[in-house]
Structures are given as C-alpha cells and as structure tokens.
C-alpha cells in the first residue's frame, strides 16, 4: 500500500487525539493492512487505536518511525466513513484525530466477539427413554445447535438430563457464533394501512430509496400525522435492498414506545445507541455496525459516526431539535451532517417534524430538498383547540402563576378523569433568591448567573457549572433571618401551586433532576402514559414525542420565557417548543384543549401558535433573516475565547480581531462578552463571524487563527461553525 520506503512498509494512522494528520508507523514484518484498519500503535509512553489512513505518508526515515503493534481483526471503516471525518474535521475545524474518536468510541469492539459454547446432536442413539429426554430430543432437532441452558430451559427439563446425553455421546461440544444483539427485522412483517396522504408520501419516500437516488426529503407533518409509520415505509425499502439503516431520535432514552412501534412493524426492535447504553452492549452495537449484522440502528447524535458496513438510509427525527447539536470538543450539528454523510455515501436521508427548522424549510422552498406535507391528523384526530390566556387582563391570584382561565379547565380536566400537563421550561423551585431586607441576591461565584432554588432538595444550584450551596435561612449580607424570598417559578414551585388548589390529584413532577436518572424517568413516562397521573408539570423533556393517550389539557405557564433572551432564534425556538408541547393533547381523538399563558398575546409567535397557521410564521421568519443576511441566507460562526483572567480573555479576542483577514464578504463583530460572561470561574469573549451565504467562512476563520496569537497560560478557544444562538 501507501509509502513503500526500503522494504518497511510506512502506513499513516489517525489516532484519537487533537491531531492535525495521521501519524506515520512501520508495519511489522508480514503485517497486511489496508486504509480503514485498526490497529494498536504506541502514541508518546501509551498505545491507542487508531486508523489507518489514506492521505500520503510524511517523508520520515522510516528507521525512525515506531512500529505498529497490531492490527485488529476487525472489517475495515469504509470508504464514506473515513470521508465523512475528514469532512466534518475540515467543516468544524477540529483537528480529524478528535472527529476520529468520535468513531472509536467501544474500544473491545476492536477484537471480535467471542464465540461460546454450544451443543448439537450427533447420530448416537440414547440407550434409553425417559419423557425428559423425549422432550429434549424433539427439540434439538429442530435447530442446528443450542446452548445447554437454553435447551433445558425449552424443554422445560434440568441440564442435568442434558449432561446425561451428552455423557452418551448423544449431544457433541461446538462453539457458537456471537448472536446479533437484535433479531433481524423484516421489511414486511406487519405492512400498515396508510391513509392516502400518508401512502402518497411513503411513496415518495420508497422511490428515493428504491431508486438509489441521494437527496434530502423533509417530511413535514402535524404532530400525530403519522410521520413515524411513513417513514418505516423508507426503512422498510432500505432493508429490502440489503443496506442498513440509521434513525436518529433527540432523547432515544426516553423514547421507549418508539422501539416498541418499530417492533410492531417490523418484528424485532432496532438496536439503541446512547450514552446511557451498558459498556459491553455499546461495544456489541459497534461490532455488529461494522459487520453488518445490525441492520437498524436507532440512536442518539453520536451514532452517525458508527462504522456501518452497508449504511443506504438516514432518518432524523424532530430535525429541529436544539438536542442534535454537540457543543463539547466536536461542534457539530448532527441534522446538517447526517445530511453530509448521505451525500458522500450517496443515499437518501429523511429529514422529519411537525415544526422543521427554518433552514430546512428553505432548502425545501428553493427546491434542494424535495417536500412532503401531510396536514391532518392521523383519523382525523382533532388538533387541540388553541387559545392565548392574557395575563395582562386576567392575572393568577398573588404570589401564584396559574391564572384563573387556566384553573377552571384543569379541574374540568380533571372531573372528567382525564390529565393535564402543564408546561414550564425552568428545572427547580425558583431562578431568583433575594433578601427582602437588604435586597442582596443570590449569585453563583463562579458563573454570571444566578442561583436557582431547588426547595426538595433545599438547596441553590447554579445551572451552568453545577455549583451547589445550601439554601440559608438567614442573609448573608445583612444577617436578617427568614426574610429570604423567592422570585419567578420553576416547576416544583408550579406543582406546590397545583397542589394546593387539586389536592386530591396525582401530581408528578418531569425534569432532569429526578433523582434516578434517565431509569426513572422512562418509569415516570411509561406511569404517565398509564393514567398513573392526573397532573404532569414538566419542562422541555415532556415535549418530545411522548404518545399519552389521556392527556387532553395543556397549559403553558409562561410562554413568553424562551422570547426574553434577545437571541435571533428565540422565536423559532418558542414556536418549535409551544407547539410540540401543545402537541401532546388530544393525541387519540378526544376533545383537548391547549392554554398558553402570556403578556403578549399579539406576538407572531402566539399567533401562530393560537391559529395554528404555520406557514405565516415561517414566512415573516424567514423574510426577518433574509433581510439581515442570517442563516440560513448567511453564515455564521463564533469563537469563544476564554481565560481565568478577564483581561486575558479579552486582549487574546483582540489579537484574534487584529488578526482578521481582509474579505469583502465576510465581517467580524466583537469582541463583546459572551452572552454568559463568566462560567465555572472562566471569563469569556465571544467573537462572531458573520458572512454571505457563498462566503467560505471556513478559509476565513484558519487564516485568523493562523495568525492571531499563540495560545498562552489558561486562555482557550472554541469555534463554533453554525451556532445554535447568535
Ligand atoms: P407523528 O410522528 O406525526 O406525531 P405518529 O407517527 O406518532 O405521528 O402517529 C400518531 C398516532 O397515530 C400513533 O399512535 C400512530 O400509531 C397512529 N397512526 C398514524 N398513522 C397510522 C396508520 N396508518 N394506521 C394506524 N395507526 C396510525
Ligand atoms: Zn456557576
């Protein structure tokens, strides 16, 4: 292969480490390895696993270069994989060794899965019959091979008659391949009965896959359309042809009763990938990707850098969910590079949501993503009536935040046994302590921000860096005790409110603070949806695509939150929110209703909301950012520079400024303050490149870092390419 310098053979490997280029290593004699293996080569005093590359090696003697150690037995990355880091690297301006360990991710996955033990029968006959071991025998027949415990537990019998067997010479010793972590699924195992706008589409959708044809459609549905059961059509058309397929949901952890609906249709569940996946199981998935032998997989954000053999089919679920984006070392969006990976392996991907971002809605409009609508619900289900409550007019009683307009319809709700659901995205009891006396507020030492009260746990938690303190009777400022007041609401301190007025209702309390972890709340869901509940106070994680067939009331308590933050996506984000949240009502034909709490009940986004006119939203959207040039009619990137000290922080965001190069179509602002000026004791700069839509912003933005100072003491940098707030 590559490199040939005297008889040594030099290959180049990416390891997983900030590496700019592949490292160059020596095969040992007899070594074979092509560009996709992965081997095991010493880096500084450790080894690590990498990938053998296939850009040119570095001119080095090569008695100079260390030695590969070993090359794992394991199918090469492919082609498209490997293109698709270098792709992502170039895109996001990670150095490819990052982007590569993103893909490494299950290190046991390197070395096959061990074979086990297994019996199978030979011709020897038993010297004689027992019903046990008539049973036993009847069985065995009907598969080549068994596992013992598994044979005694199908017949029902001890393994003690099968070791008499087998003492008999009836049954011989083989070794078992690893079984796949999921049964194959089958395209047609249980075909649905489409309405005809859901067949049109499906249609579609399986021509895209049956015809080999790469492309982009967005499936741009109303919540409970059936936008999944379409979609299964595609998967269904990919399987068919033999390639493996890719759905990627926002909080797969939480989404229980989708592997359940894939089962339903096709069998057998998909294999789940997410951080919360047990080690050997995430090293299994990995395995089987590369192999092929997972044929679907269902995952969370990471799972498009597993190695699948055969990929032919990306779906991204809710597409515009803020989730997809990773804002940790590898800043990528994993919408727009599921779209990227498609495109270099040349197969379709499905983009799907009942409130698309608006990115996608305009790659729709302009015609580089085909577009397919479905407007009704699923058997004609109702859509939840909609309607704005004007705080301004009809205020919650003091000290409470549910007004009487919402009240009265959650008590109906209730009389009739059905649920309600109120909505607030803000974990906690309070976002703001303050003593009445003195005024003194309080802060988080290390963040600018507040501190957030969380009364169950009686504590005070800052929500960015985790900082935690007790909660004080007394100021610390002026000493004054009980005279600490909580300002605004969190959830917990709706649910005390809830409490007080349904005191004989279930009430349960969803966020990312329940104790028990992503466990408990699959629990709580599972509980919800069983009518375990009669009030549900949740915050943004209730708004994902659960299915409660008993809710029919959803209130939000304040809808102007998201609004607030002068950020240029605060209205798309609120309309996406609102809408997905109201979107859980009524979901399986009963009457339900949505109230949406808010001082500005004549805001686009309310309007659109309320008359759940979509369309006159996304255009005045999409008009606002064409006229200021932003995305997607513009690009955007930042940087945050960051230090311990403020001044550090702020002169390494100058020289960077400085060191800008000219450009007619690409502009720098800043440096300014990071909208969260210090975190975790860090102070921060933020820099944004703002330029025109064919700019190429990457160019632009190596040749500043290129230039601009040399990293010095604490300060850091991150770029973000498309970041989600500007
Ligand atoms: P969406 O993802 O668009 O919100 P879903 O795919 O979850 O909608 O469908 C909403 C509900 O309607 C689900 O319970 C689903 O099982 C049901 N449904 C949709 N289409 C069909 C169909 N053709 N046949 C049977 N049930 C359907
Ligand atoms: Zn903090």
Redesign the pocket.
């Known amino acids: 292969m590559t490199g040939d310098s005297r008889e040594m053979k030099v290959v180049p490997v990416l390891v997983p480490m900030p590496a700019e280029r592949p490292y160059s290593y020596v095969l040992q004699e007899g070594m074979e390895a092509v560009p996709g293996s992965i081997v095991r080569v010493p880096l500084g005093p450790r080894q690590v696993a990498g990938i053998v590359w296939d850009t040119p090696v570095e001119n080095i003697e090569s008695k100079r270069l260390r030695q590969v150690e070993e090359i794992f037995d394991c199918p090469p990355i492919d082609e498209t994989a490997r293109r698709f880091v270098d792709w992502v690297a170039a895109y996001t301006l990670t150095p490819p060794g990052l982007v590569a360990r993103l893909l490494l991710r299950a290190p046991a996955a390197f070395d096959p899965e061990p074979w086990s033990e297994g019996i199978q029968l030979t011709d020897v006959e038993p010297d004689r019959l027992t019903d046990a071991r008539r049973r036993v025998l009847a069985l065995a027949s009907e598969a080549p091979a068994w596992t013992r415990s598994g044979l005694a537990h199908a017949a029902g019998v001890s393994s003690t008659v099968i070791d008499g067997l087998k003492a008999q010479g009836v049954f011989e010793t083989v070794m078992l391949p690893p079984r796949p972590v999921v049964p194959a699924p089958d395209p047609s195992y249980a075909l649905?009965?489409?309405?005809p706008d859901?067949m049109s589409a499906a249609q579609v959708l399986r021509d895209g896959v049956a015809s080999d044809r790469p492309g982009v459609t967005l499936l741009d549905?109303?919540?409970?359309?059936?936008?999944?059961?379409v979609y299964f059509e595609a998967v269904a058309a990919a399987l068919a042809k033999g390639r493996q397929v890719l759905i990627l949901l926002p909080e797969i952890a939480l989404t229980q009763a989708f592997l359940e609906?894939f089962q339903d249709r096709f069998g057998a569940k998909p294999a789940e990938w997410h951080s919360d996946l047990a080690p050997r199981m995430r090293e299994r998935v990995w395995r089987q990707a590369v192999e092929g032998t997972v044929r679907v997989v269902a995952g969370a954000r990471s799972a498009l850098f597993l190695p699948f053999k055969e990929l032919g089919l990306i779906v991204v679920d809710e597409e515009h969910d803020p989730a997809y984006k990773q804002e940790d070392r590898v800043f990528y969006n994993a919408r727009d590079m599921a779209v990227v990976r498609g495109h270099l392996g040349k197969f379709p991907v499905v983009l799907?949501s009942?409130t698309p971002s608006v990115e996608s809605k305009v790659n729709a409009m302009q015609g580089r993503y085909t577009c397919v609508e479905?407007r009704g619900r699923?058997?004609d289900a109702a859509l939840p009536e909609l309607k704005a409550i004007d705080l301004r007019r009809a205020p919650p009683a003091r000290g409470g935040f549910l007004s009487p307009a919402l009240l009265g319809p959650i008590r109906e709700t209730l009389d009739r046994g059905e649920q309600a659901l109120l909505f607030l995205n803000r974990r906690g009891y309070a976002p703001l302590t303050l003593c009445r006396v003195c005024g003194h507020r309080f802060q988080c030492p290390e963040c600018s921000a507040w501190l957030v009260e969380h009364r169950f746990r009686g504590q005070l938690v800052c929500h960015h860096c985790g900082h935690t303190e007790k909660r004080p009777d007394a100021c610390p400022e002026c000493g004054t005790v009980d005279h600490l007041v909580a300002c605004g609401p969190g959830v917990e301190r709706i649910a005390e409110e809830a409490v007080s007025h349904f005191p004989d209702a279930r009430t349960i309390v969803l966020s990312s603070d329940l104790l028990g972890g992503t466990k408990r709340l699959r629990m709580e869901l599972e509980a919800i949806a069983g009518g375990e509940a009669d009030i549900v106070i949740g915050t943004q994680l209730v708004a994902k695509?659960h299915?409660f067939p008993n809710m029919t009331l959803v209130g939000i308590v304040d809808a102007d939150l998201g609004l607030a933050n002068g950020d240029p996506r605060a209205a798309e984000r609120t309309f996406q929110l609102l809408s997905q949240v109201t979107?859980r009502a009524g979901?399986t034909g009963k009457k339900s209703r949505g109230l949406i709490q808010t001082y500005q009940p004549d805001h686009p986004v309310m309007r659109a909301i309320v008359s759940g006119d979509s369309s006159a939203f996304y255009e005045r959207e999409i008009a606002e950012r064409e006229r200021a040039a932003l995305p997607p009619f513009g690009r955007l990137a930042a940087i945050i520079v960051s230090a311990d000290s403020r001044a550090d922080a702020e002169g390494h965001a100058r020289g960077l400024r400085r060191a800008a190069p000219d450009s007619p179509d690409i502009h720098v602002l800043g440096p300014a303050e990071a909208p969260l000026a210090l975190v975790a004791g860090r102070h921060r700069f933020r820099l944004l490149i703002h330029g025109g839509r064919r700019s190429d912003i990457q160019t632009f933005l190596r040749a500043m870092l290129a230039s601009g100072p040399k990293l010095r003491g604490s300060v850091r940098i991150q770029v973000d390419v498309d970041p989600q707030s500007f």
Do not use: F, I
């Not at 649905?192 to 309405?195: E, T």
């Open positions: 649905p009965d489409l309405m859901q549905g109303v919540t409970g359309s059936g936008k999944t059961e609906r799907a009942a479905l699923y058997a695509g299915h979107g979901r």
